[in-house]
């Protein structure tokens, strides 16, 4: 069975930065289209970075282009998000994701909180 493990998150200030990482765990070669996902409260679940099935690209949403940065270690099937310059609409609970052939897995879920 596969599993993602996420770390990081939190509470930070404005301006701030917060680095998450999210680890495939279970018995699989390799796992693509990795990225993250967040929901604000109130609102719909929403795509914030992500790289694409082939593992070519990445894709990011308009608002956090220029200041969040998602990598990556195949060897060891994780990923990393790197969130600087946090604004307060950067809240919500952010999600990882990855997938093993059709079938796609997500992690439990982070709050993040930008807040002064």
């Known amino acids: 069975q596969v599993q993602l493990v996420e770390s990081g998150g939190g509470l930070v200030q404005p301006g701030g930065s917060l680095r998450f990482s999210c680890a495939a765990s279970?018995?699989?070669?390799?796992?693509?289209?990795m990225g993250w996902y967040r929901q604000a409260p109130g609102k719909q679940r929403e795509l914030v970075a992500i790289?694409?099935?082939?593992?070519?690209?990445?894709i990011y949403a308009n608002s956090v282009k220029g200041r969040f940065t998602i990598s990556r270690d195949n060897a060891e099937k994780t990923a990393y998000l790197q969130m600087n310059s946090l604004k307060p609409e950067d809240t919500g609970v952010y999600s990882c994701?990855?997938?093993?052939?059709?079938?796609?897995?997500w992690g439990r879920g982070t709050q993040v909180t930008v807040s002064s």
């Open positions: 994701r990855g997938a093993v052939g059709r079938t796609v897995y």
């Open positions: 279970g018995s699989i070669f390799s796992i693509s289209a």
């Open positions: 790289f694409s099935g082939s593992g070519s690209g990445t």
